[in-house]
């Protein structure tokens, strides 16, 4: 499993109008508990099921100084869409999950309740100033059926239509339940009187009927169907050396189109970025210009399709399509 670092943070000026060493706030360092809207069956926050990866990311950038410490975590190159892709956020206690096929939101795992609270309509659940016991999370979201009873974990997992808890059972409780099934009516409190709290919150598609929590059931999460018409995924028709076609937006682009015909059909580019390096010089081989005229090639990056198109720096016509995927 790879695993990178991302940390944002902004430069300070001095007195004297020179750049000092930013400062960095140590992960892990208390920063103050942030408050999410929790959206069961759609999303918490600003991050909502079927997104895809590029719009969470757009999500983090516009927000640094809540979102300052991110981990992002991948199988390697040998088997990449063997795992999901994992946007983690230490600091506030809670990751998303992403399918590795459509790089869109699956699951998202709140695993330190301590550490992020959350909205539900004008409560608040979670956080260091509100646990979420089992009888806080029974009184704000209302009676369900019986959970079920992981023997092998010792946890006891609530479900709701598109989110879930879990509780650990101690062990001097757990006669209380059995394997499958809960024997205690609801709310479950122990016979002293305390009630557990939450381990762990999911939220995921509620438009099935699986129950997604901890262990395999996490399996269960699957992304949202993508809406009518949506252009993420579009089947692309390529004729080599002629044009592109888009079989949902009817879209004929040929090879050697102006950016400006480019932009027409596909709307604004969602980066536009200099070729660095020059490893595409051999689709220009039958050009006799000096190779390293080429490093004025640039690309539009057209994230939410999952393509870049590569344009000529000199004459500016349309070289090639990159797709993200076959």
């Keep these: 499993m790879q695993q990178l670092q991302h940390h944002q943070r902004s430069p300070m000026s001095t007195a004297a109008g020179a750049v000092a060493p930013p400062r960095r706030r140590c992960e892990g360092t208390a920063m103050g508990a942030i408050t999410l809207d929790l959206r069961p069956g759609l999303g918490i926050g600003p991050f909502t099921l079927g997104m895809p990866i590029c719009e969470a990311f757009a999500q983090i950038e516009h927000q640094p100084n809540i979102y300052d410490v991110v981990h992002v975590k991948y199988l390697d190159e040998q088997e990449p869409l063997k795992l999901d892709i994992v946007i983690s956020f230490p600091d506030h206690g809670?990751?998303?999950?992403?399918?590795?096929?459509?790089?869109?939101?699956?699951?998202?795992?709140?695993?330190?309740?301590?550490?992020?609270?959350?909205?539900?309509?004008?409560?608040?659940?979670?956080?260091?100033?509100?646990?979420?016991?089992?009888?806080?999370?029974?009184?704000?979201?209302?009676?369900?059926?019986?959970?079920?009873?992981?023997?092998?974990?010792?946890?006891?997992?609530?479900?709701?239509?598109?989110?879930?808890?879990?509780?650990?059972?101690?062990?001097?409780?757990?006669?209380?339940c059995h394997?499958?099934?809960?024997?205690?009516?609801?709310?479950?409190?122990?016979?002293d009187g305390t009630t557990p709290v939450t381990c762990r919150v999911s939220v995921y598609d509620g438009s099935s009927d699986s129950k997604v929590g901890v262990g395999?059931?996490?399996?269960?999460?699957?992304?949202?169907?993508?809406?009518?018409?949506?252009?993420y995924m579009e089947e692309v028709h390529a004729k080599l050396g002629e044009e592109l076609w888009f079989t949902i937006g009817g879209q004929h682009i040929?090879?050697?189109?102006?950016?400006?015909?480019?932009?027409?059909?596909?709307?604004?580019?969602?980066?536009?970025?200099?070729?660095?390096?020059d490893q595409m010089v051999i689709h220009s081989a039958s050009d006799p210009r000096p190779r390293t005229t080429l490093c004025g090639d640039?690309?539009?990056?057209?994230?939410?399709?999952?393509?870049?198109?590569?344009?000529d720096g000199q004459v500016y016509l349309f070289l090639i399509l990159l797709p993200y995927q076959v």
């Design 94 to 176: 809670f990751h998303l999950r992403f399918d590795p096929w459509s790089q869109r939101l699956r699951l998202i795992e709140v695993y330190d309740v301590k550490r992020l609270q959350m909205r539900y309509a004008t409560s608040l659940i979670g956080g260091p100033s509100t646990p979420a016991t089992f009888v806080a999370v029974y009184a704000l979201f209302g009676p369900t059926f019986p959970g079920i009873y992981d023997k092998d974990r010792g946890i006891y997992t609530l479900f709701y239509p598109g989110l879930s808890f879990a509780f650990p059972i101690p062990r001097q409780y757990t006669n209380c």
């Design 216 to 231: 395999s059931l996490m399996d269960k999460a699957s992304v949202p169907p993508l809406p009518a018409g949506s252009l």
């Design 254 to 277: 040929p090879f050697g189109a102006s950016p400006q015909d480019v932009w027409t059909e596909l709307g604004r580019p969602c980066g536009i970025h200099q070729k660095q390096v």
């Design 179 to 191: 394997d499958g099934e809960v024997s205690a009516e609801l709310p479950l409190e122990f016979p």
């Design 298 to 311: 640039y690309f539009y990056n057209y994230f939410s399709r999952g393509l870049d198109i590569l344009f």
